[in-house]
């Protein structure tokens, strides 16, 4: 059958070249036929979908005055009380609104939930309660005889907030785009097989807000909330009555009427999903731990894998938990799992002259679990796990140690966003921005404020970059959450933080058992990392202080840092957010309405501030790049932040190359430095054609960045000075008259003789074309040369409005259009990193904002997925014809086919570009890339 086949092949690959028992098993598992094998079918295409407008209000019977609930949160989008009541009846459970005005005070306005204690006397406001909440999810969507032939078909990952229309009274927090509920339907096949053989799973990596899911029109189960949004979870379907095999109909309803109410989150099926089926007996979801000890010498190790064997059958059994490295070392475990119980079956094995896991090289280690009976005559389960050894230290007065190493952390925290594509981020632009931490000299990643998708972890541990983990909540609410993040991710050799909180989250008065609860789930599943928390403030006793291993802080002053290092019992410190450093690319002058494109001043002294000190452990700064929602100090029309060193469509800012500079090209040590070559860099922060020009005697300021021991401007070969280098993570500063022309800074080595690194910046005349460029996948972002046709992987293409001479137009904002002309792909969506562009995001066009576009290719068809999963996936899925994406047949014989681009604007020429393309996975595949590509620059333009 179908699913044997998968399995099989699984098997083969579990225990190719080996000699020995493994390979008997696989051979047996081949021939024995029997017992349901693990088989996992990507359940990503072919979802119908639409937003669910549809208010359900619980029965309100008490009207409230000048009285005010603890425990309620806020609904910031609600702007008058009709609008509270609403924001009441859209989120589930919901039993009070208060409104008071103006809603404009951040104390006031709407807020809405549950009354925690009695309510206090508070004047102004005015609301209601119910003492019911309001009746669950309707349920006629999610019946089979329900007509979905209208809706929209879409693939998972989607995030639907982010195709939304922007408007102004929606909250600034979520960039202006108002939230809303939505249902997701699916039609597939059940195997015939699998009915009464064996136990069928749907996988889940991540819904945004609330899930409720519906199998054949019958709930079976809700899941998410408060930060367990952001946490994978699993659906069992065959205990249902309904499981008979054939037509079959899964519905999803994604209640995302909130947020966090701090940035941007949007809403949806926004990770991938799964169809699984396996033995009765088969091994926990997340089970799988693979911790190692090093030796104090470093040359050795010994690993210490473990998973639990699930055994919901009423009779006991018997078997082996068969442990393979690296499909040559092998041990054997053998189990006895209790009827309706569960074994933890452990084990050890030494790895001699063992491949360390660091920055420079991030080797890894492959692990297969297999389940069989006792026999070995069947093969019940199988797992892999990757993961990598290493040691880490944290010292109080010298900070973090990699393998005994010294590494000053540089880091930058990221929200999960990106332009178009909202939270629903491919894996080939997570790529990219790993590739942008490294290029810039950046070793570490810390994921704020909530943990990420699966895939994100397996780019980091593939690239050396250290990341700090963080959970939403500290809360209540949040321990389900806080366990399922350490349990899913403490494979990844680059998580060395597990964090519990961000800033006012961190914060319990009078909670300190709390703290200790956290940190007792995180050592509980994983005592082998540190536990620590983003904390706002003062620390010291009777804060979170007195539960973690490492002091995270949050923007904090010298005199905070002082005080942390002085307490009596001082926790080894790291600045675990800092340096909120505000601009705009392209943008000549900072005004109320934009900010500057030069930030060097404020990089300088908030970034030194930590980076001078040996006992501050690093600096996370915020952020990589600029993020949805959360625009400050600058609201309307602003839609998003402006803290990244990348736009919000990843194009490069002025900060990028300083910290390029400062960062990459500056480093003291080595093995904190990512494996990049050496060069030099000179960079000219402003054009040459200024918005507003000063007029004589007024000049225009130039800044140079340049790690060079000195560099020269000239204006139209008149050169204004040549300038050391002399200040520490300072730059160049040149003043003169406006004048239109070729601004050029040249750099010089230390002898000032010879010339290093050259710059130009040319005043451009009027838009005359448009050029095409790629920027992901490419040689030069290090992202790969290939776009991957698994009807996931992205292009990230680069639009540039150019002038009769080819020289960049950048202050064009002409409209420019993306269309395929040939191949297997399409315009998923665009983008310009404007913050305060207001056109929509899924359409294929986009004015350009300072001379640039982005469009977005994704691929429409999937030719990379092993033929067995292929066969599987069409078999299953019933609608496969109205899918975005074709999965080919795997009888083809197709070749892949490249991908042609074409921008046009109105009045100027177009210009198009081919996107190579390949079904190869094993070289092309994003983590084939990020391997290939450790050693290759990142080139910033």
């Not at 899911?213 to 709930?219: H, I, K, T």
């Not at 290493?390 to 010292?395: D, I, K, M, V």
């Not at 007792?520 to 006793?541: C, H, L, Q, W």
């Not at 460029?773 to 030069?780: C, L, M, Y």
Request: net charge neutral; with cysteine; hydrophobic share 40%.
């Amino acid at each position: 059958g179908q699913p044997n086949m998968v399995a099989n092949a699984v098997a083969v690959r579990t225990c190719r070249n080996h000699v020995g028992l493994s390979l008997l098993v696989c051979v047996l598992a081949l021939i024995a036929g029997a017992g349901a094998q693990r088989v996992v079918v990507p359940f990503d295409y072919g979802w119908r979908f639409t937003v669910d407008n549809t208010v359900q209000c619980p029965v309100f019977t008490k009207n409230t005055t000048d009285v005010r609930c603890n425990g309620l949160r806020k609904a910031p989008s609600a702007m008058t009380p009709q609008a509270c009541r609403e924001a009441c009846c859209a989120v589930a459970g919901c039993l009070v609104w208060q409104f008071k005005s103006p809603p404009s005070d951040e104390h006031n306005g709407c807020w809405i939930g549950s009354c925690q204690g009695p309510p206090v006397t508070s004047a102004g406001w005015d609301g209601q309660v119910a003492e019911q909440p309001a009746p669950p999810v309707r349920p006629e969507p999610a019946q089979k005889n329900f007509s979905d032939s209208t809706w929209q078909v879409v693939n998972a990952p989607h995030d639907f907030l982010i195709a939304l229309p922007y408007s102004q009274n929606a909250s600034s927090k979520n960039g202006y785009i108002q939230r809303a509920n939505g249902w997701y339907r699916k039609h597939f096949s059940v195997p015939s097989d699998w009915v009464n053989n064996g136990t069928t799973w749907l996988q889940f990596d991540g819904v945004y807000k609330v899930a409720s899911v519906f199998f054949n029109g019958q709930l079976v189960k809700t899941y998410g909330g408060s930060n367990s949004a952001y946490t994978g979870f699993v659906v069992r379907l065959d205990n249902e009555t309904d499981f008979s095999g054939g037509e079959s109909l899964v519905a999803v309803h994604v209640d995302g009427s909130y947020g966090t109410e701090h940035w941007y989150a949007g809403a949806g099926l926004y990770r991938s999903v799964r169809l699984v089926h396996m033995s009765e007996v088969h091994f926990e979801f997340d089970s799988a731990f693979v911790p190692s000890v090093v030796t104090s010498d470093l040359a050795s190790a010994t690993l210490y894998p473990q998973i639990t064997v699930l055994n919901p059958t009423a009779s006991e059994f018997r078997g082996v938990v068969h442990v393979v490295v690296e499909g040559e070392q092998f041990i054997n475990v053998p189990i006895t799992v209790p009827a309706a119980g569960l074994f933890n079956a452990t084990s050890s094995m030494k790895l001699d002259r063992v491949r360390l896991w660091s920055i420079q090289q991030p080797n890894l280690y492959t692990i297969t679990f297999t389940l069989v009976s006792s026999s070995g005559s069947i093969m019940l389960d199988s797992e892999t796990v990757t993961t990598g050894v290493r040691t880490l230290q944290w010292h109080v007065d010298t900070g973090f140690y990699l393998n005994s190493k010294g590494v000053k952390l540089r880091g930058f925290c990221h929200h999960d966003d990106f332009t178009a594509v909202g939270m629903a981020m491919p894996d080939r632009i997570w790529l990219y921005r790993a590739m942008a931490t490294r290029g810039l000299g950046g070793n570490a990643w810390r994921m704020s404020h909530n943990n990420y998708r699966p895939s994100v972890y397996d780019i980091l541990d593939a690239t050396g970059i250290v990341a700090w983990d963080e959970n939403r909540d500290l809360a209540q609410t949040g321990v389900q959450g806080m366990e399922k993040m350490v349990r899913q991710h403490r494979n990844h050799p680059a998580i060395a933080v597990w964090s519990a909180c961000n800033e006012g989250g961190c914060v319990a008065s009078g909670n300190e058992t709390l703290f200790h609860e956290f940190r007792n789930i995180a050592k509980t599943n994983d005592p082998f990392r540190v536990f620590s928390g983003n904390m706002i403030g003062y620390p010291g006793p009777g804060t979170l202080t007195d539960a973690i291993d490492i002091q995270g802080m949050s923007h904090p002053s010298l005199d905070r840092l002082r005080h942390a290092h002085a307490l009596k019992d001082p926790k080894p410190i790291i600045a675990s957010e800092c340096c909120s450093c505000r601009s705009q690319r392209g943008a000549y002058a900072k005004n109320s309405s934009q900010f500057s494109a030069f930030n060097g001043d404020c990089l300088q002294d908030q970034v030194n501030r930590t980076d001078s000190l040996d006992y501050v452990a690093g600096s996370m700064i915020w952020t990589l790049g600029d993020y949805y929602g959360e625009p400050t100090p600058i609201k309307w029309p602003q839609v998003s932040s402006s803290f990244g060193a990348l736009d919000l469509a990843g194009f490069p800012k002025g900060g990028a190359y300083w910290f390029q500079v400062w960062w990459l090209l500056h480093s003291k040590q080595a093995a904190a430095r990512p494996p990049l070559p050496s060069f030099h860099v000179v960079h000219i922060v402003e054009d040459n054609s200024p918005a507003e020009k000063p007029t004589p005697p007024n000049n225009v300021t130039y800044h140079v960045y340049t790690d060079a021991a000195s560099a020269e401007l000239f204006v139209n070969g008149r050169s204004l000075g040549k300038a050391a280098n002399t200040a520490w993570m300072g730059w160049l500063t040149f003043s003169a008259p406006f004048e239109a022309g070729t601004l050029t800074a040249i750099a010089y080595d230390a002898s000032g003789s010879q010339v290093v690194a050259k710059h130009e910046r040319v005043t451009p005349g009027a838009p005359h074309a448009v050029v095409v460029t790629i920027d992901v996948p490419a040689k030069s972002t290090a992202t790969g040369s290939k776009l991957l046709l698994d009807g996931h992987d992205v292009a990230l293409i680069r639009a540039t409005v150019v002038d009769a001479k080819g020289n960049p137009v950048t202050d064009a904002s002409n409209n420019i259009t993306f269309a395929v002309t040939s191949g297997p792909g399409r315009i998923l969506g665009v983008g310009n990193g404007d913050p305060a562009c207001h056109q929509p995001n899924q359409v294929s066009w986009r004015s350009a904002y300072n001379g640039l576009a982005r469009g977005v290719v994704k691929a429409t068809v999937d030719g990379a997925t092993d033929a067995a999963t292929r066969r599987m996936m069409r078999a299953i899925d019933t609608e496969a014809h109205l899918s975005p994406v074709s999965v080919l047949s795997p009888d083809s014989h197709s070749k892949p086919e490249d991908i042609v681009v074409t921008a046009s604007s109105p009045g100027i020429a177009s210009g198009s570009v081919s996107i190579s393309t390949s079904f190869d996975t094993s070289t092309d595949g994003v983590l084939a890339a990020a391997k290939a590509s450790l050693n290759d620059a990142f080139v910033l333009q």
